[in-house]
C-alpha cells in the first residue's frame, strides 16, 4: 500500500474552513510536511511540524498531528479562491527522502 | 525561503533526441538534490537522488542509462533524458536541502515540463 495516503478532492465555500486529513506510515519521522501545488508549478512549503508536537498554528493555517494514530491534518481558516490548489502532504525518512500522497485537490467556490 | 530554479520551464523535442534539464540552488548548498517526476493528477514519484561529487542513487525502476544525473557542484544538479520517447513526457521537478536547516527541508524548483513528440 501506500506510504501516505489523503483524499483526493475537497470542494469548500470561500470564507469557510477546509479540513485535509493524511495518514502515514513512518514512526521515525521526525518531521511531516505540507506542500502547496498550484497548476504548471513546483511546490511550496506551507507548513511543516516537528514530530514530538501536537499542533502547529501559522496565520490561517493550522496542523494537527496524532503521533498514535499517524494522523495528521492541514485546516486552512477563512478559504479564499486563491486556496484552490493541490495539497500534498509528506513524510520525511531518515535518508532525507521524501514519501508524499497522492494530493487533495481543494476546490474553493464563490 | 531559500530558491530553487529549474530550467528550461517547458521544453519540447523530437524523439530520439536527449533534453538536458538544470537545477541551480541559488542562495545554498546543496550536498543532496532529488529528482521527482509527476504525471497528471498524480504525486510524485522520486527518481534519484543525486549527490554532489559522486554517483546518483537511482529507486527501484528508474532506468539510469535512460535518466542521467551529474551533480558536479554543490549549487547545480542536471538531469539529461537520452533517447527520449513520448512516454518520458512528464512533469519533471528537483529538490534540494540545506544542509545548513535542521528541519530537513526540500526546497523545490518550479518545475520542467518536456514533451516528447
Known amino acids: 500500500g501506500e506510504d501516505v495516503e489523503q483524499s483526493l478532492f475537497l470542494s469548500v465555500r470561500e470564507g469557510d474552513s477546509s479540513v485535509i486529513n493524511c495518514t502515514y506510515t513512518?514512526?521515525?519521522?521526525?518531521?511531516l510536511y505540507w506542500y502547496k501545488q498550484e497548476p504548471g508549478a513546483g511546490l511550496q512549503l506551507l507548513t511543516y511540524i516537528f514530530s514530538n508536537m501536537d499542533m502547529k498554528q501559522d496565520q490561517r493555517l493550522t496542523v494537527l498531528l496524532n503521533k498514535k494514530d499517524k494522523h495528521l491534518s492541514l485546516r486552512i481558516a477563512d478559504t479564499q479562491t486563491g486556496d484552490s490548489a493541490i495539497y500534498f502532504c509528506a513524510e520525511i525518512h531518515n535518508d532525507y527522502k521524501l514519501s508524499f500522497g497522492a494530493g487533495t485537490t481543494v476546490t474553493v467556490r464563490a | 525561503g531559500a530558491v530553487v530554479s529549474q530550467h528550461p520551464s517547458w521544453v519540447i523535442c523530437k524523439s530520439g533526441t536527449s533534453v538536458k534539464i538544470e537545477c541551480r540552488s541559488l542562495?545554498?548548498?546543496?550536498?543532496?538534490m532529488f529528482w521527482y517526476r509527476q504525471f497528471p493528477k498524480q504525486s510524485l514519484m522520486l527518481m534519484a537522488t543525486s549527490n554532489e561529487g559522486s554517483k546518483a542513487t537511482y529507486e527501484q525502476g528508474v532506468e539510469k542509462d535512460k535518466f542521467l544525473i551529474n551533480h558536479a557542484s554543490l549549487t547545480l544538479s542536471t538531469l539529461t533524458v537520452t533517447s527520449a520517447h513520448p512516454e518520458d513526457s512528464s512533469f519533471y521537478i528537483c529538490?534540494?536541502?540545506?544542509?545548513?536547516?535542521?528541519?530537513?527541508?526540500?526546497?523545490f524548483g518550479e518545475g520542467s515540463r518536456l514533451t516528447v513528440l
Open positions: 542562495d545554498f548548498q546543496a550536498t543532496t
Open positions: 529538490s534540494a536541502r540545506d544542509v545548513g536547516l535542521e528541519t530537513g527541508e526540500l526546497f
Open positions: 513512518d514512526s521515525s519521522s521526525t518531521y
